[in-house]
């Protein structure tokens, strides 16, 4: 839900500190960095600090920070929560461009119902911290079976029945 950036470290030492940790020499530390920092979209921000980021920049600095030391599993907590939905979607299509670029993993804890069916393949729905529901997202959303998804669902309903009611009158007028 926040970016656990340091603030008096700039966005090439933020990234860099699990490599730090790890005692990887400069040049290669450097290299890496460099690397992650273009793919998620910020290489020219190397010299920056957190504070002279937007909170999507941010977002993709923490991202970058997880992957620098070759990560195949990314486990994001409410990741969108603290931005709007235009960033949100630009989060949304950095993550799936990883997963198909570098093959990691995405698990992804949210309420938000409209990043499942952006992002998931597979979903877990959790009730009083108990699974409840599992499969692929076409199943679980075309066939809910447990009252908490079907809730999660209704809500997902109410937002973009009004869109397609609109969207079929035009259509036949």
Do not use: W
């Amino acid at each position: 839900q926040s970016f656990n950036l340091l603030s008096t470290k700039t966005i090439f030492e933020n990234v860099a500190l699990p490599l730090e940790l790890l005692n990887i020499s400069f040049r290669k530390k450097k290299k890496k960095v460099e690397n992650i920092l273009n793919l998620v979209g910020l290489s020219s921000k190397l010299d920056a600090y957190p504070s002279q980021l937007s909170g999507g920049q941010r977002q993709r600095v923490a991202i970058a920070r997880a992957l620098v030391v070759d990560a195949t599993l990314l486990l994001c907590d409410e990741f969108t929560s603290a931005l709007d939905p235009h960033t949100t979607f630009e989060i949304l299509e950095l993550l799936q461009d990883l997963n198909r670029r570098l093959g990691i993993t995405i698990i992804f804890v949210t309420h938000d119902i409209n990043v499942v069916k952006e992002l998931a393949q597979d979903v877990c729905v959790l009730d009083q911290g108990k699974i409840v529901e599992q499969g692929s997202v076409e199943t679980v959303f075309t066939n809910p079976k447990h009252i908490a998804t079907q809730t999660l669902l209704a809500e997902l309903l109410k937002n973009e029945l009004p869109e397609f009611l609109e969207h079929q009158l035009h259509s036949e007028g």
